[in-house]
């Protein structure tokens, strides 16, 4: 009996060690691969390797202290434990700092809201911290380590899948966004527009307001996926100069101004046809994210699309039975 005790425990210890090293490998498995995606610049061998051998290390201390100095061997355990846990919570800061850097490069890009395109990259990673969080759950309960075990198995099956999909319709969109002029956006901090007077054009700012006209009345505002740089060098122009025009002359950004004209056509398309499905005018007029045509939809005209419809639909048909209404 005391032999199977033994044996008992000092299986459990092997079992608990596995487990601590393992999720630790995972840690930064996990928290590298996505990194890549939304930061590929970042992730690079001398960031990695230090990390990696740090961790072949602690795992060779544990062997060590567990073959040949047990008494130790808690006290190390728990020091991993502790390393362990602010491993999960470096790399927690780490990657919502490279998210938010992410979303900047994308918005500063495209100049429209781009969440929606990288919420998988975010809902994986913090499923990843969870599941780590319940590897040390497991320690001290037989039943979630088995739990653990399924659970971690249907994550992989999530990620491949989604990993699978953003390889095929979104690493494009992505990669030109955050791997131009490296570090460029993370040295830029968010600053409001200067309100500057207006003046007298130059004759490079009389000529990209034509091109911008001439622009307008193409409808080229319902193109997607179109960066702002190309967007400037089709009206002769630069990005920089773009922003500087429109918050000279514009007293606006480009962003703001090219969604009210967006915003603006869609309730026209309402207006004359409000059975349309809310999805097709988002689609029509040029919005990826039928959530961000909605933000954009009620700041603007401060009602809901759906609510615009229903008031566009109960329009026509008193103007249907009041022909009168209809005149004036």
């Known amino acids: 009996m005391i032999f199977f005790s033994r044996t008992y425990a000092y299986s459990s210890s092997i079992q608990n060690m596995l487990i601590v090293t393992i999720a630790s490998y ?3 498995l996990f928290t590298m691969t996505l990194l890549t995606f939304i930061q590929p610049l970042y992730v690079r061998k001398e960031r990695v390797i230090p990390q990696f051998a740090i961790i072949v ?7 060590l202290t567990m073959f040949f100095w047990k008494t ?41 809201d781009e969440d929606h395109r990288l919420q998988w990259v975010r809902s994986g990673f913090y499923t990843a911290l969870s599941i780590g969080v319940m590897a040390l759950c497991a320690l001290f309960n037989e039943w979630l380590c088995d739990a653990f075990i399924v659970i971690y198995t249907l994550f992989y099956i999530y990620m491949i899948s989604h990993f699978l999909n953003y390889r095929i319709n979104e690493m494009k969109f992505v990669l030109p966004a955050v791997t131009r002029e490296s570090g460029r ?11 500057l007077k207006p003046r007298q054009m130059t004759n490079r700012e009389q000529k990209f307001k034509v091109a911008l006209e001439k622009w307008i009345e193409q409808r080229k505002f319902f193109e997607k996926d179109v ?10 122009a630069n990005s920089s100069f773009l922003r500087y025009y429109f918050r000279t002359h514009m007293q606006n950004d480009f962003r703001t101004w090219r969604s009210e004209l967006r915003i603006r056509e869609a309730q026209r398309i309402m207006d004359k046809n409000p059975k349309l499905s809310i999805s ?15 933000r954009q939809f009620q700041k603007i005209t401060g009602t809901t699309p759906a609510n615009y419809r229903q008031s566009c ?16």
């Open 280 to 294: 097709r005018i988002c689609e029509e007029v040029g919005f990826n994210d039928k959530g961000n045509f909605h």
């Open 227 to 236: 960066g702002v740089e190309e967007i400037a060098r089709s009206l002769g």
């Open 72 to 112: 130790a061997f808690p006290f190390v355990f728990y020091a991993a434990v502790a390393g362990y846990l602010f491993q999960l919570t470096y790399y927690t800061t780490l990657f919502r700092k490279k998210y938010t850097l992410c979303l900047r490069q994308l918005e500063e890009y495209y100049d429209e």
């Open 26 to 28: 995972q840690a930064l």
């Open 185 to 195: 956006a993370e040295k830029e901090k968010p600053q409001g527009w200067k309100t």
């Open 57 to 63: 290390a602690v795992t060779l201390l544990l062997f």
């Open 313 to 328: 639909c109960e329009r026509i048909n008193i103007e249907r039975k009041d022909p009168v209404a209809r005149r004036t």
